[in-house]
């Protein structure tokens, strides 16, 4: 299971941080993603993680403004939003997968996520 939370209203130039929480399945061996999705838009990648931690994976729209990271135990995955545009607001989804064997793997956006969190909704007023 993993939980989302920590999206909210913010003005536009400032900050938020997400965190999806995993539980019930050893997701600390997953690698984990951020998407998002606006009204009328399609689902967009936004950032993904290694299960190792140690590799990331961001959209242009967001490099330099956003930040993922997971925690020691890598059960906890956080998306630090700085800069915060109109444009970030979206309804926002984390995401895992298990790559056997590739604990420094990001996938390419375009591969599927097995395991899908409930969304936190993120509004950014101008």
């Known amino acids: 299971q993993l939980q989302a939370s920590g999206g909210g209203l913010v003005q536009a130039g400032g900050s938020l941080r997400l965190s999806c929480a995993a539980s019930g399945r050893a997701f600390s061996n997953y690698a984990m993603g951020w998407f998002r999705r606006s009204p009328g838009k399609e689902r967009e990648f936004v950032a993904a993680i290694s299960w190792s931690g140690v590799v990331t994976r961001y959209a242009d729209s967001v490099k330099g403004r956003f930040t993922i990271s997971r925690d020691k135990r890598r059960t906890t995955v956080y998306l630090q939003m700085n800069s915060l545009k109109p444009e970030d607001a979206a309804v926002y989804y984390c995401?895992?997968?298990?790559?056997?064997?590739?604990?420094?793997?990001?996938?390419?956006?375009?591969?599927?996520?097995?395991?899908w969190g409930q969304g936190t909704q993120v509004t950014v007023s101008s």
């Open positions: 995401a895992a997968e298990y790559f056997q064997g590739r604990p420094h793997y990001v996938p390419e956006p375009s591969v599927p996520y097995g395991y």
